[in-house]
């Protein structure tokens, strides 16, 4: 589990700001969409990192196998 954490943050930015980056070529506004929605994705891949890490505190292993 410890290694798929920084997949799962950095998906999100690249997801996110990639999005932003071609909304920002077809609208034609610069770097704007893409720092906001890159700002997006990062906050949801630190959600998802807490979210997970939460799931893994309750389960009660603690060993990343269960």
Do not use: C, Q
Not at 25 to 30: D, E, G, I, P, T
């Amino acid at each position: 589990m410890a290694l798929e954490l920084p997949f799962v943050m950095v998906a999100g930015v690249v997801v996110g700001g990639g999005i932003g980056y071609m909304l920002d070529r077809w609208l034609h506004s610069s770097p704007l969409l893409a720092l906001i929605l890159g700002g997006v994705g990062f906050a949801a891949g630190i959600t998802e990192i807490i979210r997970r890490l939460t799931r893994e505190e309750k389960s009660g292993s603690g060993d990343g196998k269960g």
